[in-house]
Nanobody
Framework: QVQLVESGGGSVQPGESLRISCAVS????????MGWFRQAPGKEREGVVC??????????YYSDSVKGRFSMSSDTAKNTVYLQMNSLKVEDTAVYFC????????????????WGRGTRVAVSS
């Protein structure tokens, strides 16, 4: 059974950092291109970070809004992916979802095969 379970969300102030995790079961990380999406109140779900290639060449898509601040990593021994979020802004407030999508897919919600339930990140002063 495929499961993606996010954790680590919380409330922080602008400029602070936060790392959220996604524990995966039911498949190994290299089977899918993993990604992180978010949905802010009243807005559509959007792709934040997605692995784009299966060749281990480090090709990762970052949305313009998070480029230079967010980074994605993984621990294959733990079958877990992480999203490190630095210099957080109020506009980063959203529910963050871990997702599994086919390699080569566009980093969009319609490409996703499996979703986690999400973890809430709130940035406010």
């Amino acid at each position: 059974q495929v499961q993606l379970v996010e954790s680590g969300g919380g409330s922080v102030q602008p400029g602070e950092s936060l790392r959220i995790s996604c524990a995966v079961s039911g498949f190994t990380l290299d089977f899918y291109a993993m990604g992180w999406f978010r949905q802010a109140p009243g807005k559509e779900r959007e792709g934040v970070v997605c692995i784009t290639s299966s060749f281990g060449d480090g090709n990762i898509y970052y949305s313009d809004s998070v480029k230079g601040r967010f980074s994605m990593s993984s621990d294959t021994a733990k079958n877990t992916v992480y999203l490190q979020m630095n210099s957080l802004k109020v506009e980063d407030t959203a529910v963050y979802f871990c997702a599994a999508l086919p390699y080569g897919s566009r980093c969009g919600p319609r490409s996703v095969d499996h979703w986690g339930r999400g973890t809430r990140v709130a940035v406010s002063s």
